[in-house]
């Protein structure tokens, strides 16, 4: 608060009491902070509208060769390699906004003969998220 002080000179110099006019406070305009917004929930480092999934097919210690049998009931599907921590060569299907819609590619796949077919998770920047499914799940349904 600033107050300004009129002193009266003409008083000070035969030893007389200063005379002080007071003057109002000044207005202070105080601007409120914007509220603060919670930090975005992340599941394995992302954010819940960067992550998306796929589907598993295999995972072998040897690159498949793409003319392989293995790949004649996913004719028409982009198949997408990745190499997991363990080295291991991970054959992907698809790419799908939600656990779902996976999830019914899945049991697709199972019926062409994919028995060992799973929906994995993975972010905008195509690195999977090593994380189990059942617990990135509970994450990803638990954010609005």
């Given at each position: 608060?600033?107050?300004?002080?009129?002193v009266l000179w003409g008083g000070?110099?035969?030893?007389?009491?200063?005379?002080?006019?007071?003057?109002?406070?000044?207005?202070?305009?105080?601007?409120?902070?914007p509220p603060e917004q919670p930090?975005?929930?992340?599941?394995?480092?992302?954010?819940?509208?960067?992550?998306?999934?796929?589907?598993?097919?295999?995972?072998?210690?040897?690159?498949?060769?793409?003319?392989?049998?293995?790949?004649?009931?996913?004719?028409?599907?982009?198949?997408?390699?990745?190499?997991?921590?363990?080295?291991?060569?991970?054959?992907?299907?698809?790419?799908?906004?939600?656990?779902?819609?996976?999830?019914?590619?899945?049991?697709?796949?199972?019926?062409?003969?994919?028995?060992?077919?799973?929906?994995?998770?993975?972010?905008?920047?195509?690195?999977?998220?090593?994380?189990?499914?059942?617990?990135?799940?509970?994450?990803?349904?638990?954010?609005?």
């Amino acid at each position: 608060m600033v107050v300004a002080v009129t002193v009266l000179w003409g008083g000070c110099r035969h030893g007389k009491k200063t005379q002080v006019s007071p003057q109002p406070p000044a207005t202070e305009i105080i601007t409120p902070l914007p509220p603060e917004q919670p930090p975005a929930a992340l599941i394995g480092g992302y954010t819940k509208d960067q992550i998306y999934f796929k589907v598993q097919i295999g995972a072998f210690v040897v690159p498949v060769a793409e003319n392989d049998a293995f790949f004649t009931n996913v004719t028409g599907e982009e198949i997408r390699i990745d190499i997991s921590p363990q080295g291991m060569y991970r054959y992907t299907v698809g790419r799908y906004n939600s656990y779902e819609q996976a999830d019914l590619i899945k049991a697709e796949l199972k019926r062409r003969g994919y028995t060992d077919a799973f929906v994995v998770a993975y972010g905008y920047d195509d690195k999977r998220i090593e994380m189990p499914m059942p617990e990135l799940l509970k994450l990803y349904n638990s954010i609005k």
